[in-house]
């Protein structure tokens, strides 16, 4: 279970004044949850994420996973128990597909065979069987990104975050991304937390949507609550699908 508690952030030197990222955000996402975080641009969804494994430290409150706070953790051990997917990717441009997804297990001194054969299991998984000799460069965006999920999922971590992780693909290719990435989720019931910018992808993937704006968070529910009782006409606009608002800009425009 991860608990982030009264969590407030502002980068750079304290005192700076800059703006808050994080103000007294607090969210907690049950085992086995998909949680989908949406809001706008800066409102610091990236920085929530980043918070989970230690990539950002919180100025206050307090982020505990599994009941106990990470503060005191070792960073590096940390993210090696937590599976990450950037939004471009990220592969290492000079290791094959199969070099890519060892990684972290070869980096925790798994067995040579063990590693071996999670690869080969993972490569059915994001159905990529015959892709294990390939360098990243000579695959598509989709494919690309179900590496990075492989990759992310090789040392059988607990957490699974993902950060926009469909934002640079078609929308064919995203839509066949997501089923993978819900499919896996359905089989391994991993805590997952996934950024996104699509409601439409939040309502038909998550379990549970956390709407976030300025750095604090508005409302969180399951998709039907999210439906039947916006908090307020900021979540109300966010529902709007992308169709029904490009009908009312058309309106507008050529009125
Ligand atoms: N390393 C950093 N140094 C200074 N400011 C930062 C840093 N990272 C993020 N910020 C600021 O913190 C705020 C939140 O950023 P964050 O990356 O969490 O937003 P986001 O919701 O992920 O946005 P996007 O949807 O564009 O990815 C923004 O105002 C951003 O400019
Ligand atoms: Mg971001």
Redesign the pocket.
Known sequence: MIEILGVS?T??ARGAG??A??TNLSLTVPDGEFLALI????????????LINRLVDPDAGEVRLEGRDIAGQDAALLRRSIGYVF?EAGLFPHLTVAENIAMTPRLMGWPKAETQARVTELLALVRLDAFAQRMPAQLSGGQRQRVALARALAARPHILLL??PFGALDPLTRDEVAQDVRDIHRRLKLTTVM?T?DMTEALLLADRIAV?RD?ALVQAGTPRELVAHPADGFVSAMLETPRRRAVALANALHA
């Open positions: 952030k980068y750079g800059g703006p990222a994080l809001g706008p641009s800066g409102c610091g969804k990236t920085t929530t994420l980043g939004q950060d926009e950024v910018h976030m750095g």
